[in-house]
């Protein structure tokens, strides 16, 4: 690596500490089973650079830090013996520059430490009412986007549900007029497990039946081809995305500039840890913040995903046929979407916040070798025969 464009010392050793706590806490691999799998022999190379480290300082706090990888001060502590480590030795640089380059150059998952963060909680108060919505909801043939939100939740507590009920709740709580916009939301169960939860959030509740793996693209289509709304924008969105109070208005109005035909609206994902969740929805949705303060909140972050959220024109939806239904199973749609995507019309990136709440991650989603277990079509393949999205594609007629 050349000099002139190596890494800062409070960088290299930032990102050294971050390796750290990537290897230790297991909600990392949360965020993508797949991604960490693929960063674990890089992220031990520079771990191995620490423990034992070039003297004791920055092995006793690598040792403290890997102890307790969600203490702020113990990153703090480690980031400031590796600077000092710097300094002080050439070979040590040049062998963690080396390290945390290749990290990277080849890693997809890092790690989000606010600056204020502390993780200690704070007193909890009753959640805010969100303001009722200033009209109707666009959903007799009025709305300009449609938010689709395709869901399942079979635990009998509702782990999943809770995320759903606020990421809702802060799609009610918009700078959008009412009207312009409606949130439709299809449960793809082999019953309507939480119907009476769901569909006074919504503007619109549809159902599915699906036993088997969850289709997300199947239940995407469905929604959209089912849906009363009309809209000339879709967005899909995942049930664990807390989204600000102007994602609505901001996103739409991008369809008015130059060249755009469908985008994503972030490039890197936060998926936040447990206690940055809880606090995240208290903020916007108890104290109704318009957005969530990133200085506070932890969290791993998912290097340019391609899921979790996507808005296209209504036209290039239908053009490209939605989303390819033969995915089963856990990853590879969002990436085949967003490829086809790019070849069928002007495609743009943004780089808006995108928080990721944590929930329960589904085991054997990846196999011993780091490889997704579910049903994954060759890419780029997709060309339906029949109607997408029939809402009887795996069984019986739905209620509505």
């Not at 040792?63 to 002080?88: C, F, K, S, Y």
Request: aromatic letters at 8%.
């Amino acid at each position: 690596m050349l000099k002139q464009f190596g890494m800062a010392g409070t960088d290299l050793a930032r990102r050294a500490a971050d390796s750290v706590v990537l290897l230790a806490d297991d909600a990392a691999g949360d965020a993508n089973r797949f991604y960490m799998h693929r960063a674990r022999p890089g992220l031990t190379a520079v771990a191995g650079l620490l423990d034992p480290g070039p003297d004791a300082a920055v092995t006793d706090a690598t040792r403290a830090l890997r102890g307790a990888p969600r203490d702020a001060g113990a990153h703090r502590r480690l980031r400031e013996a590796v600077a000092r480590a710097l300094e002080a030795g050439p070979a040590f640089r040049d062998a963690l520059e080396r390290a945390v380059g290749e990290v990277n150059a080849t890693s997809r998952i890092g790690y989000h430490l606010g600056d204020d963060h502390t993780g200690h909680p704070e007193p909890a108060g009753p959640r805010r009412a969100v303001p009722p919505r200033d009209g109707a909801p666009g959903t007799a043939g009025g709305a300009v986007v449609q938010v689709v939100i395709p869901f399942r939740d079979t635990s009998a507590t509702g782990e999943r549900l809770g995320n759903l009920l606020a990421c809702l709740d802060a799609l009610r709580d918009q700078s959008a007029p009412s009207a312009d916009y409606a949130v439709t939301v299809i449960e793809c169960d082999t019953e309507q497990r939480w119907r009476a939860k769901i569909e006074p959030r919504a503007d619109e509740y549809l159902h599915a039946y699906k036993a088997g793996p969850f289709n997300r693209s199947w239940a995407v289509n469905a929604a959209v081809v089912n849906s009363v709304s009309g809209a000339s924008f879709v967005c899909v969105l995942d049930a664990d995305a807390l989204v600000d109070r102007h994602f609505v208005e901001r996103n739409a109005r991008r369809f008015s500039g130059p060249s755009v035909g469908a985008f994503l609206p972030f490039t890197d994902l936060l998926y936040l840890d447990t206690w940055s969740t809880r606090w995240a929805v208290e903020q916007r949705l108890s104290h109704g913040a318009a957005s969530v303060d990133l200085g506070r909140v932890r969290g791993f972050l998912v290097h340019r995903a391609s899921g979790m959220c996507v808005w296209l024109r209504r036209e290039v939806f239908d053009a490209v046929a939605g989303y390819d239904e033969r995915y089963e199973g856990w990853g590879g749609e969002d990436l085949d979407l967003v490829l086809r995507l790019q070849r069928a019309t002007a495609f743009r990136y943004f780089d808006d916040p995108l928080l990721h709440m944590e929930h329960p991650v589904t085991p054997g989603i990846v196999d011993a070798q780091g490889n997704t277990t579910g049903v994954h079509p060759p890419m780029l393949t997709w060309r339906p025969e029949a109607p997408i999205g029939s809402l009887t594609a795996f069984g019986p007629p739905p209620v509505r």
